[in-house]
């Protein structure tokens, strides 16, 4: 298998370790094969690739799309270095408003998957990062949903403090008070 799945502290969430091919003329590794991800219990369809470059600073998130159109997402960095979290988003769920983060980078190669009911965001650590990811679901603008990024009940230890963010991102509401219908 060309691929190694952990889970994390929040077992529903993965990082995933492709195994990476080298030598003179550079690399190669497999991104994404379905028949591996379903041995690993990630059976989920991706249907929409989306791409982001970012600069030094810059955060995303933290995003969802509620139901019925919420988003899986498998996160790559390509290009750069970015510190990325998920955040447990599921009314009973043990693990409500808890987060996990990794260290996403053209250096590691590394991917995270994170299942729908889970907010996800990112903040760029490298002059710039170039990243990818794939969602099960297509965006949906009716559905598309955010918790604000410094909400102190969930509490991130973003490594910036004074991020770069879009409008949008400064006008998300705390958790408590965020539309959110999931059940765990």
Known sequence: MPFIFK???IPEIVLIEPKVFRDGRGLF????????????????????DNYSKSVKGGLRGLHFQKNPNAQGKLVQCIK?????????????????????????????NLMLYVPSAFAHGFVVLSETADVIYKCTREYSPKDDRGIIWND?????????????LSEKDKKHPFLKDADINFEY
């Open 7 to 9: 889970k994390l502290s």
């Open 29 to 48: 590794l497999e991104t994404y094969k379905y028949s591996d991800f379903a041995e690993s219990g990630i059976k989920e369809h991706f249907v929409q």
């Open 80 to 108: 750069g270095k970015i510190f990325d979290v998920a955040v447990d988003i599921r009314k009973g769920s043990p693990a409500f408003g808890r987060w996990v983060s990794v260290e996403l980078s053209e250096e590691n």
């Open 152 to 164: 102190p009940d969930i509490n991130i230890c973003w490594p910036v403090k004074d991020p770069i």
